[in-house]
């Protein structure tokens, strides 16, 4: 089983984050989620972007960098939009890595290095009509197209932060479909 470090995204680490993580673990993975916020979440990404941007985003990703050091490298880095910043940059950056899941999000490998790292598996998941993630499909293609370990699910729809269950945007049939990706993923870790 699986060892998967999985950082929130913008809106903080919310109840729906919680009920993914337990999905996961409910699946035998062992699922770290650090709250890089202190306990705060947001009813908007407007709210959240805005506590983000107060309390400065590369400390932020430091915390959550720091969160990792304490595990160890044999993990399985996620993140869920914001959270993807950081989880892209320890998959990409640390020995050891074993994948990566990049949900709602997904920046040109060039922010953290040349290439993708050799034998490190990642799955990129997003809505095609998610304004966020049309901005970074192009990243995804890339990304999925330079190795053989790379593989891109978009699906039908707008919704941003679809797979958590506590905003408006959750789609159950979307998110029942990418954990049984992330499920097929993280037992060959």
Do not use: N
Request: proline share 4%; glycine share 10%; with cysteine.
């Amino acid at each position: 089983m699986a060892d998967v470090l999985l950082y929130h995204h913008i809106q903080g680490l919310t109840d729906g984050v919680r009920a993914l993580a337990d999905e996961l673990r409910g699946a035998g993975h062992t699922v770290h989620t650090p709250d890089l916020f202190d306990g705060r979440t947001f009813a908007s990404i407007e709210e959240g972007f805005a506590f983000a941007k107060e309390a400065g985003f590369d400390a932020l990703r430091e915390r959550g960098a720091s969160a990792a050091a304490d595990l160890g490298p044999d993990l399985v880095y996620a993140g869920i939009s914001f959270g993807v910043t950081i989880a892209q940059r320890l998959a990409q950056t640390t020995a050891g890595a074993r994948g990566a899941l990049l949900l709602c999000s997904c920046l040109p490998v060039s922010e953290f290095g040349e290439s993708w790292p050799d034998g490190v598996p990642v799955q990129v998941h997003g809505k095609e009509g998610d304004e966020f993630f049309d901005e970074d499909l192009p990243a995804a293609r890339e990304l999925t197209a330079s190795t053989p370990l790379a593989e891109l699910f978009v699906y039908p729809g707008d919704e941003h932060l679809f797979l958590d269950s506590s905003l408006d945007a959750y789609d159950a049939d979307a998110t029942a479909l990418m954990l049984d990706r992330v499920r097929t993923f993280l037992a060959a870790r």
